[in-house]
């Protein structure tokens, strides 16, 4: 059993727990009974209150003793008999079951309308009788006056079987397509039928004429953003005045009869069918249901009392009468049994749920998820419990999932087993380093981009002469903005690219001089060349290194640089041509020439210039890499070129020697078509 309290209102789920498959022998219930207690804790109200897949309707007899439910497959209906809290007998249809009524104070006389357009009638022994009607029925009501039973459905028809008379009488003519649902009134026996068209019909019984139109589109629901008027689902009767009404759309009306306006509109929020309407008149409520969820609210105000939101479909409702127990028939094989105190007490068979209850609200009850984990999507990833996503091992919340608190605990130990050992050992490293905090501590080199780090560590000695001072800010290595380049892998440098190449001779001669001031350092022969004096007339020993370390630098560099020339991709541009004067030439002679061979092109067509300089083999590119200056150069063919466009030419000139035309071997004359003139001709 299962207590939740939405709205400060407890609600009891008594079809919680364990259920035991219905092929376990007697022996091995007893077992499992004993070995595991939540299956000895469990309340079963009324034994083997199930279907094989699903229910579709449950009802209460009029002497509430018995509880009738249908449901598939094989399409069925069970009676439960209270007093015994089981199951007295069950009954097997040829098809499945639209609606039934129980027509007598107990479950001897029940009237059936399955999905075959068929109508039966079952005795106390079994099926008594059964007919069709002309189309699909969709529900049915009962007039114990006349002991005519009412049929709608599929039709504008309302079809009027006479039990007593056993035929079917006149049909009452509605103005709808189809009807959905009706009901009778228990008080003045008006009849009314809700059609798919938003409307409600009322009919005498007794005139067989209609009495009254009554349209909820005129109600104002048309104003909510409604595409088209919505359809009537259900429709129930309180008393002689007050009546129910679930649309298509999610809604719920009350109605008074003399009004046309509703009394109060209540919306489920969820835009789904209302299925069923009850009401509690102990408390003034009404119960409306959904497929998705149960509500309960004042009938009056419209304030909300409490709800019920199963984990599958709903089918159903049926109240108790005068108690707070309320049954749901549902798309799962269990019909589900709530019990609400504050609805009304438990009914004589089942008494002891007061007590019960009584002595749960004492001690002090853990929530529902009180012994769940919530895990996100990530945190099954890393357990390796990711595909259990859909299965009833874990329940959907927000942005994560519940799951059981045992098999968190087994999948943690499974995925990580030596969690524990690496904990202890981080602990035993913390203490030391706390311990060692006093100590002087040594230089020690990041991981990534040490060199860098050297680099700098030896700038700030040679600039402050002293050891250097990781906490201080205008140092990269103690600053925190710069701790990154240390640290994370990506920003290691990559001395292999082009970039880290053009400044390579000279982070390559700082190295070598960094090298080389080391290498003197350690060796402490610093003081003993400063000592020495070189003879007059020759370098330094010094003088002719640091000489030949520059000729050396300077190589690298041009041999980089000529490297990062290949590399681009920049067009080639032509030397500049220069002209030697001959004798007897001067520039103005030269200038003059130029201008007039210059002139002499400009009056040649542009048809003929094109073609000169095709045949010219100049090529003048469309892009160039700067501006929109124009290169021009000529491409020289190579010999092997020359010689195939020569063998070329060759075979082409053979073949035309040899080649014969069809016209030298048909003659040049063409011969005249011959008519038909009169005669035969061969």
């Known amino acids: 059993m299962q207590v939740s309290q939405p709205n400060d209102v407890k609600i009891y789920n008594l079809s919680a727990g364990k259920s035991l498959p219905e092929w376990l022998s007697e022996r091995k219930r007893r077992t499992l ?3 595991d207690i939540s299956i000895r804790r469990r309340i079963e109200l009324i034994q083997d209150f199930d279907m094989p897949i699903a229910s579709t309707g449950v009802c209460v007899s009029a002497d509430k003793q018995y509880l009738m439910a249908s449901g598939v497959y094989k399409p069925r209906v069970r009676c439960y008999e209270t007093s015994e809290l089981c199951m007295k007998f069950e009954r097997c249809l040829d098809s499945e079951i639209v609606k039934f009524q129980i027509l007598s104070e107990d479950y001897s006389k029940i009237v ?52 007593e008379q056993g035929r079917f009488l006149n049909s009452l003519q509605t103005n709808a397509v189809e009807v959905n649902t009706c009901d ?25 004429s209609r009495v009254g139109l009554l349209d909820i589109g005129m109600s104002g629901l048309h104003q909510t953003s409604l595409n088209q008027v919505p359809a009537v689902t259900t429709l129930l009767f309180r008393d002689g005045l007050t009546m129910g009404l679930g649309t298509s759309t999610g809604h719920v009306l009350l109605y008074d009869l003399r009004s046309t306006k509703p009394l109060i509109v209540k919306d489920h929020q969820y835009g789904l069918p209302i299925k069923s309407i009850a009401f509690q008149d102990r408390l003034d409520v009404v119960l409306s249901v959904d497929s998705k969820i149960l509500k309960i609210w004042d009938r009056e105000t419209g304030k909300p009392f409490t709800s019920v939101e ?40 089942c008494s002891f749920l007061d007590n019960l209850t009584e002595e749960l609200e004492e001690d002090h009850q853990p929530t529902v998820y009180d012994d769940y984990k919530f895990v996100t999507k990530q945190d099954l990833e890393s357990l390796g419990l990711s595909h259990l996503m859909g299965t009833n091992l874990l329940r959907a919340y927000m942005h994560g999932f519940f799951m059981d608190i045992r098999l968190y605990h087994k999948a943690k130990a499974i995925a990580e087993p030596f969690a524990f050992e690496e904990y202890r050992k981080k602990r035993i490293q913390e203490k030391i380093e706390e311990e060692r905090a006093n100590r002087v501590r040594l230089k020690k080199l990041p991981k990534v981009n040490r060199s860098l780090a050297e680099k700098l560590m030896v700038a700030k000695k040679d600039t402050k002469k002293k050891t250097v001072n990781t906490t201080d800010v205008s140092n990269p290595l103690g600053d925190d903005r710069f701790s990154a380049m240390f640290t994370n892998p990506d920003f290691q440098v990559d001395e292999a690219s082009e970039e880290y190449k053009l400044i390579r001779p000279v982070v390559s001669k700082q190295d070598k001089e960094r090298q080389k001031r080391y290498k003197k350092e350690k060796e402490g022969l610093l003081e003993q060349f400063d000592e020495i004096e070189e003879p007059e007339g020759r370098p330094s020993e010094e003088e002719s290194s640091s000489s030949e370390d520059e000729r050396e630098w300077r190589e690298e560099l041009k041999k980089q640089r000529k490297e990062a020339r290949k590399n681009e991709e920049r067009p080639v541009l032509s030397k500049p041509k220069f002209y030697e004067l001959k004798s ?13 061979a210059a002139l002499k092109e400009k009056k040649v067509s542009l048809g003929k210039r094109l073609q000169l300089e095709e045949n010219s083999g100049m090529v003048r590119p469309t892009g160039s890499m700067s501006g929109e200056k124009e290169i021009t150069f000529q491409v020289k063919k190579s010999y092997k070129e020359m010689q195939r466009n020569e063998e070329v030419r060759a075979h082409v000139e053979e073949r035309r020697k040899l080649h014969r035309s069809a016209r030298s071997i048909l003659g040049k004359e063409k011969r005249a078509p011959v008519f038909w003139r009169g005669k035969r001709v061969r």
């Not at 009962?142 to 028809?157: K, N």
């Not at 599958?312 to 609400?340: H, R, W």
């Not at 007897?584 to 007039?596: L, M, R």
Request: net charge positive.
């Open 184 to 208: 009778i009134n228990p008080v003045h026996q008006l009849f009314a039928a809700g059609t798919a068209e938003g409307q409600v019909e009322c009919w005498d019984p007794r005139s067989r």
């Open 112 to 163: 059936f309308l399955t999905c075959n357009r068929c109508v039966e009638f079952h005795a106390q022994y079994g099926r008594y009788y059964r007919t069709r009607i002309p189309k699909f029925g969709r529900d049915l009501a009962y007039h114990y006056p006349s002991c005519d039973l009412y049929l709608v459905g599929a039709s504008s028809e309302v079809y009027r079987l006479n039990l």
């Open 310 to 349: 199963p984990s599958s479909d709903i089918n159903d409702l049926c109240v108790y009468p005068d108690s707070g127990l309320v049954f749901m028939a549902t798309e799962s094989p269990k019909m589900l049994v709530y019990y609400i105190p504050s609805l009304g007490p438990a009914p004589r068979w």
């Open 33 to 35: 009974q004993k070995n």
């Open 584 to 596: 007897g030439e001067n520039f103005t002679t030269v200038k003059s020439a130029k201008s007039t």
